[in-house]
């Protein structure tokens, strides 16, 4: 963002101390640290520092320690994405891990990363509030089961991960079949279906099809897309009654011509890999990709 902005010198600075920093984190064996030793709050930087500056092997020790440590690897759903911390939940580490794991799935396909990435991404939104408050530490304690003391603390962060990481996922399940996380899906027709139910609506990801559809602007009310996976349909809103245009990113499209259709407006666009695309909201209620 500050590179967008034009401030080149800014931009060059804080680039140098990201790279020095990057370069402590490859050296050092385990760069995790925290102000306590059952903490893990350093695991998100160091996943998304070694992977930005492209290293990979270090990245991919970090995607192993991330999932093991997450509640020790126990299978208790409600703390995965946690710490070890025996005596809070809904904490900030686990949205802030859980980003990281879910972008590592992203990556691996792995199944196991993202059923702690997704449930420690999603437990810190019992701490958002109905009016809007956002409190830290829900203990669910026999006795308790409430926020206590009721501060905010980290809450903001724990927040800003859930912002950050929610979306949509369409994923093909062994057992039972095509399941949506964060949405609800139908299968009929040769078509799959997404309603998105994540809270904001900004993101659908379909793996089996590598197939990324993220909004700037707009709310994903609806999205269908073919077996083949030639077409995709969706419908782009605004509930805030503020937002002027739908804009978004498609990402994994198979390189071809595709016909682009919204409103009354018709056009042909070549594709490769991924395709941007900015209209009025009102147009954007009904968008048609199709590859030609």
Request: net charge neutral; charged share 25%.
């Amino acid at each position: 963002d500050v590179k967008k902005e034009g401030w080149t010198d800014e931009y060059n600075k804080l680039r140098a101390e990201m790279e020095a920093c990057e370069k402590v984190m490859v050296d050092d064996p385990y760069p995790y640290s925290s102000e306590l030793t059952i903490d893990q709050t350093a695991h998100e930087q160091v996943y998304f520092f070694t992977k930005y500056f492209g290293a990979t092997e270090k990245n991919a020790k970090t995607m192993r320690v991330l999932k093991a440590l997450r509640a020790g690897n126990e299978p208790v759903w409600f703390r995965y994405g946690q710490d070890r911390r025996n005596f809070w939940a809904c904490w900030y580490s686990q949205s802030l891990n859980g980003m990281a794991l879910l972008d590592a799935f992203e990556q691996t396909g792995d199944p196991d990363m993202f059923v702690k990435g997704y449930a420690g991404m999603m437990s810190v939104s019992k701490n958002l509030l109905p009016d809007g408050m956002c409190f830290s530490e829900f203990v669910w304690n026999p006795g308790t089961f409430a926020h206590y003391p009721a501060h905010t603390r980290e809450g903001g962060v724990g927040q800003w991960g859930f912002l950050r990481s929610t979306r949509s996922w369409v994923l093909r399940d062994e057992a039972f079949g095509l399941i949506g996380a964060g949405c609800h899906v139908e299968e009929s027709a040769g078509k799959v279906k997404v309603t998105p139910k994540d809270g904001l609506r900004k993101t659908v990801v379909y793996p089996e099809k590598k197939l990324r559809v993220a909004l700037a602007q707009g709310e994903i009310d609806w999205m269908t897309v073919d077996a083949a996976g030639r077409t995709i349909e969706m419908s782009v809103v605004d509930t805030t009654g503020i937002v002027k245009n739908g804009a978004f990113r498609i990402d994994g499209l198979a390189a071809g011509s595709y016909r682009i259709r919204h409103g009354a407006a018709s056009r042909t666009l070549n594709v490769s890999g991924s395709l941007e695309l900015t209209m009025s909201i009102q147009d954007a209620k009904s968008i048609t990709i199709t590859r030609t």
